[in-house]
């Protein structure tokens, strides 16, 4: 028996220690010994203390939890969830490496891990208009991703416009960041005004609403000095299963299918989800001579220590890669960094962009009266027992991301690296200030992405 990354079964309105385990794919939790029935829906005293109680026994650092802790001191189970943090000290780390645990109300995460209108911050209850933007350069906001299904996305907008005014505003810089913020994310309409790559000038106006997301973004390939080159564009490890199993079938049937003989997956902004869903993916990527290896391990406390777990690789598919390339970021995360370390081991990992954002350790939601808790349950490694990337993992070659440009653009800077290193072997270099934001730039970058909590995370960027 084991307890997936996000426990998706609803257990009855009372919470029962010691901890419950559960079936993988999401069985009812049943009682290991003799049960405390707590009630968690009474007050809000007896709420923040059933928190704590459950995360007490399943934190990862629970040892470290002192027993003076008081969580009727804190507002909400958030707030108790981000006091626990403190106490998650590492070998070989100076601080604290929770930057994680977290809590958030059902309503809330049933619809962001169902995949609707996913891209808010603890989201508008009139959804979002469906994209997000960064700063490429002082005074050059872009349009950094788009959901096709949303306001955006019917729009017509696209990766890499550049945006000139906000509602008539043409204050377009770092400084003006926190009304950027208000008025693109969290008013209920927008009139934005776009820059198109040929120059056109367009202004358009959107509205918040609830759409389902569409992971895969881009599937596609080319031929490169007679290179067959896949390409995927994959934002979340999160949404409709279902779907996302047969996405990834019509993906890697086309790919095999075209004779495509390396891949480059891009990740650099996929925040993580499902491990169910990144099991799935290594095997569609793994070389079938991984097959029946060893793809993870996950280990609890010890006090957990019987819902340990070793999953091995099952092959999908009849694409057989030998090496794989992986554009990464600092939104980078959680699954997304859990599958490239698995696949370490077993083939040739090249990874492209910047540093990930470093998390290697996983939860799932428990519920307390209205709200699902989230703390830091269980690490992971791969087969050669690495992990505790909590500085993140490290790129072959540091670029860019190109702002300017759409997804699958071959001029764009991290995919013409990647194809660069698999026709000739070297990778296209930048200069390190052509890769590394200026302190001003990067202040603007934070607080745009700040709204949108990172679920698969467990944390927001803080300015």
């Known amino acids: 028996m084991n307890i997936q990354l996000f ?11 010691p901890f419950a385990a559960c079936k993988k794919g999401g069985q009812d939790a049943v009682a290991i010994t003799q049960p405390v029935i707590i009630p968690v829906i009474a007050t809000d005293d007896i709420l923040k203390d059933s928190a704590l109680l459950l995360t007490k026994d399943i934190y990862l650092w629970n040892t470290q939890v002192p027993s003076t802790f008081n969580a009727r001191s804190f507002d909400d189970p958030n707030k108790i969830m981000e006091g626990i943090r403190q106490y998650s000290l590492e070998p070989g780390f100076t601080a604290p490496v929770d ?45 950094r991703l788009v959901e096709p299904n949303s306001s955006a996305g019917i729009a017509g907008i696209h990766r890499g416009w550049r945006i000139t005014k906000i509602n008539g505003n043409s204050n377009i810089n770092t400084g003006n960041s926190n009304f950027i913020v208000d008025n693109l994310y969290n008013a209920p309409s927008v009139s934005v005004t776009f820059q198109k790559p040929d120059g056109i000038i367009v202004t358009i106006n959107l509205t918040q609403s609830h759409y389902s997301t569409r992971p895969v973004y881009l599937d596609t390939v080319y031929t490169v000095n007679n290179k067959k080159i896949g ?46 869903v990144q099991e799935k993916l290594a095997n569609y990527l793994v070389s079938s001579t ?140 930048q200069r390190q200030e052509e890769y590394t934001e200026p302190a001003t730039v990067a202040r603007g970058n934070q607080i745009l992405e700040a709204p949108f909590f990172k679920i698969t995370i467990g944390a927001a960027p803080t300015p």
């Open 99 to 143: 930057r994680f645990s977290f809590a958030m109300k059902k309503t809330e995460w049933d619809n962001a891990s169902a995949g609707m209108s996913s891209l808010g911050s603890v989201a508008s209850a009139n959804g979002d208009i469906g994209l997000t933007v960064f700063f490429r350069v002082e005074g050059d906001l872009r349009v």
């Open 231 to 276: 390409y995927l564009v994959f934002n979340s490890f999160l949404g409709n299963e279902n779907q996302l199993y047969s996405d990834f079938q019509r993906v890697f049937n086309r790919f095999a299918g075209r004779g495509v003989g390396d891949l480059i997956v891009d990740l650099r902004y996929n925040g993580g989800g499902y491990v169910s």
């Open 7 to 17: 426990f998706k079964t609803i257990v009855p309105l009372v919470s029962i220690l």
């Open 290 to 429: 991984a097959n029946g290896g060893i793809m993870m391990k996950q280990e609890y406390n010890a006090s957990n220590s019987g819902n340990n777990e070793t999953t091995k690789f099952k092959k999908a598919g009849s694409l057989n890669l030998s090496r794989i390339y992986f554009i990464v970021g600092r939104g980078t995360a959680s699954a997304s960094e859990l599958l490239i370390n698995n696949l370490k081991p077993h083939m040739e990992v090249k990874l492209i962009g910047g540093t990930t954002y470093g998390k290697p350790v996983g939860f799932f939601p428990i519920p307390v009266g209205e709200w699902y808790i989230f703390p830091v349950s269980f690490r992971t490694t791969n087969k050669n027992g690495e992990g505790n990337y909590f500085n993140g993992i490290q790129v072959n070659s540091a670029v860019a991301d190109g702002l300017d440009k759409d997804w699958g653009d071959l001029n764009e800077t991290s995919l013409a690296s990647a194809i660069s290193n698999i026709t000739t072997g070297l990778y296209r270099s």
